[in-house]
């Protein structure tokens, strides 16, 4: 199916002023470079403003998914793995809403960020310089839909992937951390010796 028979696409909010000085509160906001090109957010680069004069229709909802619309990977983050308080997706973000009930939002973000979806993308991209997924092309994705259970469980499967990758790098810094930090204590200690001995 297409993703216009599944989703309605939005854009994100524009700002005419930009950001405004950083703020340490007021409304989160979700920009393009928050998610990773796995299509994951990266929440501790996000911003906030000031400004909180936003209407409802703007706001995450949860089953949103974010895609990033410009870029050399076109990924997409879905808001049920990482939101817990409101936000607003800037441009240029497209906000996909499912309004179909056998399209789970977690798979849909899943899918998008797959090869053979972001190869269909590319077919219809802009730009020379910066590549752009303009709204009538990601409306004309063509969604493999299994039935919703196997979406879930691919969704599950994908998040659980996700979470051993993270958790394989972090155990590979702390190991060359602490290999550094003995290599480099082994040093010192030769050093040490060699002073003593002269």
């Given at each position: 199916?297409?993703?216009?028979?599944?989703?309605?696409?939005?854009?994100?909010?524009?700002?005419?002023?930009?950001?405004?000085?950083?703020?340490?509160?007021?409304?989160?906001?979700?920009?393009p470079s928050d998610i990773t090109d796995e299509g994951e957010l990266a929440i501790g680069r996000s911003s906030r403003m000031a400004n909180t004069d936003i209407r409802a229709h703007h706001?995450?909802?949860?089953?949103?998914?974010?895609?990033?619309?410009?870029?050399?990977?076109?990924?997409?983050?879905?808001?049920?793995?990482?939101?817990?308080?409101?936000?607003?997706?800037?441009?240029?973000?497209?906000?996909?809403?499912?309004?179909?009930?056998?399209?789970?939002?977690?798979?849909?973000?899943?899918?998008?960020?797959?090869?053979?979806?972001?190869?269909?993308?590319?077919?219809?991209?802009?730009?020379?310089t910066v590549r752009t997924i303009n709204k009538p092309v990601l409306m004309d994705l063509e969604v493999?839909?299994?039935?919703?259970r196997v979406q879930r469980k691919i969704a599950e499967l994908a998040a659980l992937d996700r979470?051993?990758?993270?958790?394989?790098?972090r155990l590979a810094n702390l190991r060359h951390q602490v290999i550094s930090l003995r290599l480099n204590e082994l040093s010192q200690n030769c050093s040490n010796e060699l002073s003593r001995q002269a």
């Open positions: 199916m297409k993703l216009s028979e599944l989703c309605s696409v939005q854009s994100g909010l524009t700002l005419r002023n930009g950001l405004g000085p950083p703020t340490v509160s007021g409304m989160l906001v979700v920009q706001l995450i909802q949860p089953g949103d998914v974010l895609f990033k619309s410009r870029g050399a990977h076109n990924s997409a983050w879905s808001s049920g793995e990482g939101i817990d308080e409101p936000a607003v997706a800037l441009m240029p973000l497209f906000v996909l809403r499912p309004t179909s009930s056998a399209l789970d939002a977690n798979y849909l973000a899943w899918f998008i960020n797959q090869l053979p979806a972001q190869q269909q993308l590319a077919q219809g991209a802009t730009g020379t493999k839909l299994p039935p919703l979470i051993e990758r993270n958790l394989v790098d």
